[in-house]
T-cell receptor, first 112, second 113 residues
Framework: KNQVEQSPQSLIILEGKNCTLQ??????????LRWYKQDTGRGPVSLTI?????NTKSNGRYTATLDADTKQSSLHITASQLSDSASYIC???????????FGTGTRLTVIP | NAGVTQTPKFRVLKTGQSMTLLCAQD?????MYWYRQDPGMGLRLIHY???????AKGEVPDGYNVSRLKKQNFLLGLESAAPSQTSVYFC????????????FGPGTRLTVT
């Protein structure tokens, strides 16, 4: 069964600290993996997208890694800011189809 | 560019009522999607369209209909609303269906009583 699981479900960190969010997937055949940021009451906004051959991609303070062999991805946030408080969603695309599989997200709260 | 816009932002319906959610995009994207987001669950695809005049079912299409009469608009209809359709609905669009990212609208919060 194609699934995307994220951990932790929620996380609280102090402003300025780093954190890492995890995504494990069983989607196969795999096409690409995306990380989205969703602020409360807003639609998701893309942070990174990685294909099978890419194992790391950065977008400012956000760095995503991908291990296609173990089917794991992580999103590392450096020097967190209050504006990083949001849900972070891992999304995996099936090859050759329009199917996207969404994780349930990690709710990150950054406190001063 | 406004990107992807959705109307209305909020709506309360009574069971059995009907309504249409409108999605518009100004990026000349071919692909458009309707998702629903429920607490504790990932976004689930309701219907999608790969071009003007085409529609296809997603993961949870029952109780919904869609139309794509114009490239920039994608309408989601509920003919007879049920409490199980209480959710936040997101529209998205993309240039193509493969590696390109999807751009999401701000969402419509629908409550069916």
């Amino acid at each position: 069964k194609n699934q995307v699981e994220q951990s932790p479900q929620s996380l609280i960190i102090l402003e300025g600290k780093n954190c890492t969010l995890q995504c494990n997937y069983t989607v196969s055949p795999f096409s690409n993996l995306r990380w989205y940021k969703q602020d409360t009451g807003r639609g998701p906004v893309s942070l990174t997208i990685m294909t099978f051959s890419e194992n790391t991609k950065s977008n400012g303070r956000y760095t995503a890694t991908l291990d296609a062999d173990t089917k794991q991805s992580s999103l590392h946030i450096t020097a967190s800011q209050l504006s990083d408080s949001a849900s972070y969603i891992c999304v995996v695309r099936l090859t050759g189809a329009n199917n996207l599989f969404f994780g349930t997200g990690t709710r990150l709260t950054v406190i001063p | 560019n406004a990107g992807v816009t959705q109307t209305p932002k909020f709506r309360v319906l009574k069971t059995g009522q009907s309504m249409t959610l409108l999605c518009a995009q100004d990026m000349n994207h071919e692909y458009m999607y309707w998702y629903r987001q429920d607490p504790g669950m990932g976004l689930r695809l309701i219907h999608y369209s790969v071009g003007e005049g085409t529609t296809a079912k997603g993961e949870v299409p029952d109780g919904y209909n869609v139309s794509r009469l114009k490239k920039q608009n994608f309408l989601l209809g509920l003919e007879s609303a049920a409490p199980s359709q209480t959710s936040v609905y997101f529209c998205a669009s993309s240039y193509s269906g493969s590696a390109t990212e999807q751009y999401f609208g701000p969402g419509t919060r629908l409550t069916v009583t």
